[in-house]
């Protein structure tokens, strides 16, 4: 009997191999994606979208786009970023109503836009929270929170920087809770606090504002750094771009379908 043993269990490991899916996952379930450094990506936050680059990242906005529009872009080999904008409220989201007016600031320079006082969690943590179920229930990889600099702005609150840290935290914890990476929007002065609760970064205009060395410990931990311009030509900030391991590409502001990559 002990000599049937060996050949029992190996008969037992090539049922267990022959029955999983060929498209199984082989990493524990519910572990989050963490991108590396140099992956390209797309991002279109206006228009129809052209699901057809050939890149391995998309972001794209979390409330225009429906859970079969990230299931077709995962098919077509794509990790999938959710825009959301967790630091200023917009007039024209399905849940602005429910942001009450004691918490809406100044306008933060878009229309329709005004900077949320985020020292208020009370309110603000279960409305992210939902929105966050949002994004994981359609199936997306990741979530890029926006405007999450506000003390560095006029937002009509006296935010300070220790208020921005303990919300960003607050966001990063909420994202991981629901199995999605997240990523740091610009905030530059405070990579060195949140750098452990980040899994990423994106920036827009380093380059332009002579800041890109500062996203420099992302990469260095292994955290992809995904970066765009507007203003400058390619060849005025892709070598820089490229020797800091950085994921670049000039866009228009409109953040349409148009990209010209590194």
Known sequence: MRRLLPLLAGLLLLATACTAGPDEDPKPRG??????????????????????????????????HPAS?????????RKVICYLSTGAWEDFRPDADRFPA?????????????????RRTDVLEPLMAERLDMC????????EPDNMDGYE???????????QLRYNRLIARLSHERGLAVGLKNDLDQIPQLLPDFDFAVNEQCAQYTECDRLAPFVAAGKAVFHVEYELKTSQFCPQARKLGLSSMLKRYDLGVWRQAC
């Open 102 to 118: 004691s918490v809406l600031g100044k306008g933060n320079g878009w229309e329709g836009e005004r900077w949320l006082d985020i």
């Open 31 to 64: 572990e989050r994606w963490r991108p590396a450094p140099g992956l390209a990506w797309q991002w279109q936050l206006s228009g129809r979208l052209d699901p057809t680059v050939d890149v391995p990242v998309y972001d794209i906005d979390g409330f225009d």
């Open 69 to 77: 529009t990230v299931a077709d872009l995962h098919r077509r080999g």
């Open 153 to 163: 702005n006029r937002t009509g609150f006296p935010l300070t920087a220790a208020d």
């Open 136 to 143: 994981r229930d359609k199936g997306f990889d990741a979530v």
